[in-house]
């Protein structure tokens, strides 16, 4: 069974940063691409971030470019999402998932999600 389990969010000012991991079970992340999403309050789930299988490939959204970076870490069978300089936009829940290439991200990401965790940014 595949899981995902999102921490490391906070309420945090306007222009500080965070650092949110992402644990997983049931696949391996170094053979799948992996993706950062965020829901806002009555918005659709986005994908904000996505690191290829190997690693060599990133993209972000326009929003957060500059401002966030993916990374991984293998052994850990964990995916991070470094964020800084937040604004109060980057306020939402965000959640980790995968796919098999990173054009899928967006498209078509695995079934299963997370509990998400809680990034606030006051203003």
């Known amino acids: 069974q595949v899981q995902f389990v999102e921490s490391g969010g906070s309420l945090v000012q306007a222009g500080g940063s965070l650092r949110l991991s992402c644990s997983t079970s049931g696949i391996s992340v170094d053979d799948n691409a992996m993706g950062w999403y965020r829901q806002a309050p009555g918005k659709r789930r986005e994908l904000v971030a996505g690191i290829s299988a190997g690693g060599r490939t990133v993209t972000y959204a326009d929003s957060v470019k500059g401002r966030f970076t993916v990374s991984r870490d293998n052994a850990k069978n964990t995916v991070y999402l470094q964020m800084n300089n937040l604004e109060p936009e980057d306020t939402a829940v965000y959640y980790c998932?995968?796919?098999?290439?990173?054009?899928?991200?967006?498209?078509?990401?695995?079934?299963?999600w997370g509990q998400g965790t809680q990034v606030t940014v006051s203003s």
């Open positions: 998932n995968a796919a098999k290439y990173l054009l899928e991200l967006n498209r078509s990401p695995h079934d299963s």
